[in-house]
């Protein structure tokens, strides 16, 4: 899930890779297959970035944009190639080489986050060249999509559908996957976790960089993660924050996904029944009754959307769980919500759900796309195909169905609010092929250098307990720093996560196993 600074929305998960595409992931030459018999990818790791001032208004003037071709199929690697969108900040200090950065999601722009909240990483710069990319099917990487709206309006009724009329409701579902597949093009069968780690490494050899220096936010660490597995020999120094699962399948996930929201929404309104200006007046207890009241309207009876067709609920439920990933977003939430409780203005919250910018007139995949020809769904699309390409589980509808009450109680348990949209997701991966096993089989037991791995008490999307649970996988490797703070991730709002996430980034200090940094409270 998401990004450690304000400004960035937030998610998670992963791939799908052909049985011999999966013969190929051992770290020995990279160039080839593990045992040097695979596919000749030495034009791809012959390649080297060439910089440019990036294009655009609001672009920095010192951020250098570039690209990195990689193939689209790694088994096939004659079959077709793809670019990667690449930006850095150069090092101002003594430069060892680059530290690559991603920010989240799965479906977050690197490039985009670089540019917005780059300053975050000046401290980096001391040593290295602060890069970060667009992953395949992402931003201007062969972005993927669905077609003229967004998933979750796509999804939210999924639920509902199959209770009352389950085989209607799964055609629905494979005629969603069927869309998503017709508008994204060749790159979706080959987009996901395990294929973008391995986009990690030529991007590092790229880069003119013997090991990979590497920042992961939430899905990232699984990026991360998987990278240390494919190559423990080129792996340098990895920080993961706001550590992801390995092993939990998705409906799991997201019955963790909507606990952890739930509470966030505790604490926001809380935070908001102190303020006489909150929507949802100055009593908390009434107000989440009101949140969901609004909600449930809302799905009864959507408004008309900015950006065309209708506002839904559960398009609001999307819009209220990204901007409550930070608390530094929460003045902003409560404004948006007052816009639309008094005005009926979509405009605020609308702001935290979009992902992208105007729909694609075509699909193209090879060269970098136009900022204008990125989907304005490409960030939910995205997230949904790696996340269900990450899962090896694909119940048939009979089981779907029969499942179905027990799994919508137990989502509502977790969340009155989220728990609908969060069973929705979940619901969204029928229709598409079997996602891969390597992670959930194969990542573990890694041998790799020291990772430094930080998981923060109060997290509503990635809970502490992954954190341990990812330690213990990956080996004597990991090293845990507790982060015993809230929010998403620790390193944009604990000093002390920051401060040592950098020492281990540029000097290789790192804290003791089992360290901590202290809750930090800023805005009381």
């Known amino acids: 899930m998401p990004a450690p600074r304000s400004t960035r929305t937030a998610l998670r998960r992963g791939p799908l890779i052909t049985a011999l595409a999966l013969t190929l992931l051992g770290a020995g030459q990279p160039a080839t297959a593990a045992n040097g018999s695979g596919p000749d990818l030495s034009r791809f790791y012959g390649q080297r970035v060439k910089w440019s001032v990036c294009e655009?208004?609001?672009?920095?003037?010192?951020?250098?944009c570039g690209k990195v071709t990689v193939p689209v199929d790694y088994a096939r690697p004659r079959a077709g190639s793809l670019d990667l969108a690449v930006a850095r900040y150069r090092a101002t200090g003594d430069r060892r080489g680059s530290v690559v950065l991603n920010f989240g999601g799965p479906g977050g722009s690197g490039v985009a986050g670089l540019a917005a909240d780059g300053k975050d990483f000046m401290d980096l710069t001391d040593g290295y060249d602060v890069v970060?990319?667009?992953?395949?099917g992402v931003g201007r990487s062969s972005p993927v999509s669905c077609g003229d709206g967004f998933l979750s309006a796509e999804a939210s009724g999924a639920a509902d559908d199959a209770l009352r009329d389950p085989r209607a409701a799964m055609r629905e579902l494979r005629r969603t996957a069927d869309e998503c597949a017709e508008h994204s093009g060749p790159v979706l069968p080959h987009i996901g976790t395990v294929n973008v780690a391995r986009d990690l490494d030529v991007i590092r050899a790229a880069l003119g960089d013997d090991k990979l220096n590497y920042l992961g936010f939430s899905y990232g660490s699984r990026?991360?993660?998987v990278y240390a597995a494919q190559f423990p020999r080129r792996a340098g120094r990895l920080a993961l924050d706001g550590v992801d699962t390995l092993t939990e399948p998705l409906t799991e996930q997201g019955v963790a996904g909507a606990e952890g929201q739930q509470k966030a929404l505790k604490d926001f309104v809380d935070w908001c029944a102190r303020d006489i200006a909150c929507p949802f007046g100055q009593d908390p207890r009434r107000g989440r009754e009101e949140v969901l009241r609004l909600v449930r309207s809302m799905d009864e009876d959507p408004v008309p959307g900015v950006f065309g067709g209708m506002f839904t609920g559960q398009d609001l439920v999307g819009a209220i769980g990204q901007?409550?990933?930070s608390k530094d977003l929460w003045p902003s939430l409560q404004r948006a919500l007052a816009q639309l409780v008094e005005d009926g203005d979509t405009r605020g919250v609308e702001g935290f759900a979009s992902g992208g910018f105007a729909f694609p007139l075509r699909q193209r995949t090879g060269g970098l796309a136009d900022e204008e020809d990125i989907p304005m769904d490409n960030l939910p699309a995205a997230l949904m195909a790696v996340n269900c390409a990450d899962d090896p589980d694909r119940p048939t509808a009979e089981r779907i169905t029969r499942d179905l009450h027990r799994l919508r109680a137990k989502y509502e348990q977790a969340s009155p609010?989220?728990?609908?949209?969060?069973l929705a997701q979940v619901l969204m991966c029928y229709g598409r092929p079997k996602g891969t096993d390597y992670i959930r089989e194969r990542v573990k037991d890694v041998d790799a250098p020291k990772m430094l791995l930080v998981g923060t008490r109060g997290d509503p999307a990635t809970p502490y307990r992954w954190t341990e649970q990812t330690a213990k996988r990956l080996g004597p490797s990991a090293v845990v720093l507790d982060n015993r703070g809230q929010g998403h991730t620790g390193y944009g709002s604990s000093a002390c996560v920051h401060r040592k996430v950098d020492d281990f980034l540029l000097y290789g200090s790192l804290p003791p196993d089992g360290s901590s940094c202290g809750a930090e409270e800023a805005d009381e």
């Open 132 to 136: 970060s990319f667009d992953p395949r």
């Open 56 to 64: 655009g208004a609001q672009a920095p003037k010192d951020l250098q």
């Open 323 to 325: 901007a409550l990933y």
């Open 223 to 225: 990026l991360g993660a």
């Open 417 to 422: 609010v989220f728990g609908r949209y969060r």
